[in-house]
């Protein structure tokens, strides 16, 4: 069969579409391997950059290895951190957090620079007269927030003798006994405003206030419990700062009354006074005999026992009116 211009034109078409199938799929065969081959340049270039980024990560933070406690000591002074001997360990096995976290670095050197701060090495974040003992290897930020809050506290720390004149500013009569609670409780004063206020009104109201961890009320005094929260305690100096200062206006008064008598009246001594005091009042031997104790220059102080001594006398307020009178009688 001869061929005819027509079946060669046929086969010319068949063979073009072949060769044009063959030829895309080969394009697109290479176009796809020269694009996973760029995905893996790409791929290795990124990784190469971050073992790089590693390694200039890793030189930040000098080996320790070879430090010394001197060394250790001049590195940590350039924090603002003191170690000795005791804090070497901790600080030695959590130094790195230093070098690569510069917001905490930042916020230590900050507080030691600028309010001659104390910072120790230690197994908890805690507060310690002007020294701030904190835990590197704790969360970041709660370390952070520790030192933003306990900074303002460490930077006003008092020895006693100037604690105590701190404490009268808020009509706080600070014993030595009293000093813990007080610097416990302080904390709490320099912070809360309304507290504070509260107690200076005590202050101006004359009536004294004693740091203890249960409440009552006494003459001229409210003992607050340090356990109950800031607005439980202002609740509380709101409703009796009046009580005790109308209880210590009547103490005067009666103190006044007491020294008519010769009686030196004390506030621990004021339950005794006014168990006998009806008797003084309706008894006039009775209240002569006080009467003359006191013109020969002695006082009396009302107890629960006889005695006298050189410049006092006591007497038993349980015993009997004659009782009473006979024994200041023959003195």
Not at 30 to 35: C, E, H, T
Not at 36 to 62: D, F, G, H, M, Y
Not at 116 to 136: A, E, R
């Amino acid at each position: 069969m001869k061929p005819t211009p027509i079946r060669i034109s046929v086969i010319i078409l068949i063979l073009l579409y072949l060769f044009g199938a063959i030829y895309t799929t080969f394009y697109k065969s290479k176009k796809s391997a020269i694009k996973a081959e760029e995905k893996i340049i790409i791929s290795t270039k990124e990784t190469e950059l971050e073992k790089k980024s590693e390694r200039k990560t890793k030189i930040q933070v000098p080996s320790a290895e070879m430090m010394t406690l001197d060394d250790l000591q001049e590195e940590a002074r350039q924090f603002g951190i003191y170690i000795s001997n005791g804090e070497e360990k901790q600080y030695r096995s959590n130094r790195h957090h230093l070098f690569t976290n510069k917001k905490l670095a930042d916020a230590i050197k900050k507080s030691s620079k600028e309010n001659d701060t104390l910072f120790l090495c230690g197994d908890k974040c805690t507060l310690y007269q002007n020294h701030l003992w904190i835990n590197l290897d704790e969360n970041k930020e709660a370390i952070i927030v520790f030192i933003e809050k306990n900074t303002p506290i460490a930077k006003t720390y008092l020895p006693f003798s100037e604690l105590r004149e701190e404490a009268k500013k808020f009509s706080i009569y600070l014993w030595s006994s009293d000093e813990d609670n007080y610097r416990e409780f302080r904390k709490r004063l320099l912070t809360n405003e309304n507290l504070s206020s509260m107690l200076k009104k005590a202050e101006k109201e004359n009536v004294s206030i004693y740091i203890e961890k249960k409440f009552r009320v006494n003459t001229g005094m409210i003992h607050i419990n340090m356990n109950d929260n800031d607005e439980e305690i202002i609740k509380a100096l709101k409703e009796y700062i009046p009580v005790a200062k109308q209880k210590n206006e009547e103490f005067k008064q009666l103190k006044e009354e007491a020294e008519e008598f010769g009686v030196l009246l004390m506030l621990y001594y004021e339950d005794e006074y006014r168990q006998i005091r009806p008797r003084i009042l309706s008894s006039k031997k009775m209240a002569d005999a006080f009467k003359r104790v006191k013109k020969q220059g002695y006082y009396i102080t009302t107890e629960n026992k006889f005695s006298w001594g050189i410049n006092g006398v006591k007497i038993d307020v349980g015993a009997s009116d004659e009782k009473i009178i006979e024994f200041l009688n023959k003195h």
